[in-house]
């Protein structure tokens, strides 16, 4: 007999949960198309390109999965220390000014675990890298900027938290708290939504206009449209880590 079949067979006869493993049957494998613990491990798939990107300091381990650019996912074990570790995304290039799209939207499906500290974010650039537009879609602190992860801000109020220029601002298919600071390279405005969501569709295109018409840019070229997960920590149950998936992706314009 098959000896496989011969161990399922002995523990079907016996309790599940005391039929102890063979060690010499190998553990079930994540099947993907690609995958890569490299720190800076890159795919480019359909026009996008999914990123590893462990650039913080203090990082653990980190793997990311694809099948496409659109279903990847994450395994990470990061310490629970502050500062950001890594932000695992897919990116797709736009390359168009701002006043010359009649859309740009983009569709989120993710999975993303309790515990941690982490963002799921869209991270839009200009072709320059002057100006950085960070969406928050989930995340694990607090709307109002509080929690054990906060935006960059130009303002901090007595309780050391960040103080939002707008609040409840109604713009792209979703209400936000808005934060307008500098990391010193270059500026940045984070969107906080008050509702936190896995799944949604955005409108980057009048989030975009609307930052261009309080005269924080002008007619910008737009350059990477990017979604991942930025994790300052992950350490999870007994340093088993955590794990992000993404259903789904993508990124429409014209």
Not at 52 to 73: D, E, K, L, M, P
Not at 194 to 210: P, S
């Amino acid at each position: 007999m098959n000896r496989k079949l011969t161990i399922a067979l002995a523990c079907l006869a016996v309790s599940l949960t005391n039929c102890k493993k063979d060690k010499s049957v190998p553990e079930p494998e994540v099947q993907a198309a690609w995958s890569s613990s490299a720190q800076w491990g890159t795919w480019t798939n359909g026009g996008y390109t999914l990123y590893n990107n462990i650039w913080g300091s203090g990082a653990g381990s980190q793997t990311i999965w694809a099948n496409s650019y659109s279903n990847w996912g994450i395994w990470a074990n990061h310490p629970n220390t502050g500062g950001i570790k890594s932000y695992p995304n897919s990116t797709r290039n736009v390359n168009r000014v701002l006043g010359s799209l009649n859309s740009l939207t983009s569709s989120i499906g993710v999975s993303s675990p309790a515990g941690g500290a982490w963002t799921s974010a869209f991270d839009i650039w200009d072709n320059n890298h002057q100006h950085e537009i960070m969406l928050w879609m989930n995340y694990t602190s607090n709307s109002d900027g509080s929690g054990n992860i906060k935006p960059i801000s130009y303002n901090w109020n007595a309780a050391g938290n960040p103080v939002p220029v707008f609040t409840n601002l109604s713009v792209g298919g979703a209400t936000w708290n808005v934060f307008r600071g500098s990391n010193g390279s270059n500026n940045v405005y984070s969107f906080l939504r008050t509702t936190k969501t896995n799944n949604t569709t955005v409108d980057i295109r009048a989030i975009a206009n609307w930052i261009r018409n309080q005269g924080w840019f002008g007619n910008i070229t737009i350059g990477d449209v990017q979604f991942g997960y930025e994790i300052t920590s992950s350490y999870g149950n007994n340093g088993a880590g955590l794990q992000w998936t993404t259903n789904s992706y993508s990124v429409s314009f014209n």
